[in-house]
């Protein structure tokens, strides 16, 4: 089951988990053809949906355990509820699925170029799931509010530490809508479904 986490933590484990099982529902049914099949020029693949999510995924981690160490180290500890600044929620409201504006990933978060195979990329994006629980076990005890994330996209940008975790979790439900839209396009190539 876990590391025992305070509530806002647990909920933020339980979304990552719900994540990967949506993940893994997705591509089930899928071949590595469908899986890589565009709707059109400029627009992702599921394939390339997902490892974006691996790519983001692994930078922002790494940001947080360096964080959330440095935090533990110098006694930054604190007791919830937390409260997040007008930036976090701002950052929330940009990643809702339900908001339709499309943002262009900056270049070293995006996916590899090449065609990929189901079965690595859900491999890595629950080595990223394992990577997320140590982050929030770590962070567990500390203020949530006040120890603040680098952005490994602009230094200069910083992220409340537990609204960080809240725009990861929201991140990847963006893309996986933005991947499940694939395989639901006019022109989906739905005789590669190993079911159908």
């Given at each position: ?5 305070t ?39 599921v ?17 947080i ?28 409201r ?10 262009k990933a ?22 990223a ?12 005890g ?5 120890v ?49």
């Open positions: 089951m876990g590391h025992s986490l509530p806002e933590l647990a909920d933020h484990r339980q979304q990552f988990r719900d994540n990967r099982s949506a993940a893994h529902e997705l591509c089930n049914p899928l071949t590595r053809e469908a899986f890589n099949w565009r709707p059109s020029e400029g627009r992702r693949s394939a390339e949906c997902l490892s974006h999510l691996v790519v983001s995924g692994k930078l922002y981690s790494d940001a355990l360096h964080a959330a160490q440095a935090a533990r180290a110098a006694r930054r500890v604190g007791t919830g509820p937390f409260r997040y600044g007008l930036l976090s929620r701002m950052m929330l940009s990643l809702d699925p339900q908001n339709r504006r499309r943002f900056p270049r070293k978060f995006a996916p590899p170029p090449t065609e990929s195979a189901i079965e690595p990329v859900l491999e890595a994006l629950d080595s799931l394992d990577r997320w629980e140590h982050c929030l076990e770590i962070s567990d500390l203020d949530l509010a006040r603040k994330i680098t952005s490994p996209e602009l230094p200069l940008l910083r992220f409340q530490l537990g609204a960080t975790f809240a725009m990861q979790a929201m991140h990847e439900r963006r893309h996986l809508q933005q991947a499940r839209a694939v395989t639901t396009a006019p022109a989906f190539p739905a005789s590669t479904l190993e079911d159908s």
